[in-house]
């Protein structure tokens, strides 16, 4: 089992900036690929962005040039950055690990309220 935990999220105007965090714990070996998911109200989860064990990451259009993904492989951490924030933007940003293996599955944080206002 692979715990996480999320922080950083709030209020901001829009223009703002918001960093985001996901620590994890547990059985943290063999996690390849991290990243954020987010969710608006009713409409469906939503790729943000991953980004893999070798640094290669892969960001939703919408968040290009404006959000920044990173990790610290030692320490199982991700981070988002966000900046030039969006009203748009507002939505639960949930963070995700995979985990490789025999069983290769998907861990889900409890997410994080980020709200843009106009």
């Known amino acids: 089992q692979v715990q996480l935990v999320e922080s950083g999220g709030g209020l901001v105007q829009a223009g703002g900036s918001l960093s985001l965090s996901c620590a994890t714990s547990?059985?943290?070996?063999?996690?390849?690929?991290m990243g954020w998911y987010r969710q608006a109200p009713g409409s469906q989860r939503e790729l943000v962005a991953t980004?893999?064990?070798?640094?290669?990451?892969n960001y939703a259009d919408s968040v290009k040039g404006r959000f920044t993904i990173s990790r610290e492989n030692a320490k199982n951490t991700v981070y988002l950055q966000m900046n030039s924030l969006k009203p748009e933007d507002t939505a639960v940003y949930y963070c995700?690990?995979?985990?490789?293996?025999?069983?290769?599955?998907?861990?889900w944080g409890q997410g994080t309220q980020v709200t843009v206002s106009s």
């Open positions: 547990g059985s943290t070996f063999n996690i390849d690929t």
């Open positions: 995700y690990v995979r985990k490789i293996g025999p069983f290769t599955r998907a861990y």
């Open positions: 980004v893999n064990t070798g640094g290669s990451t």
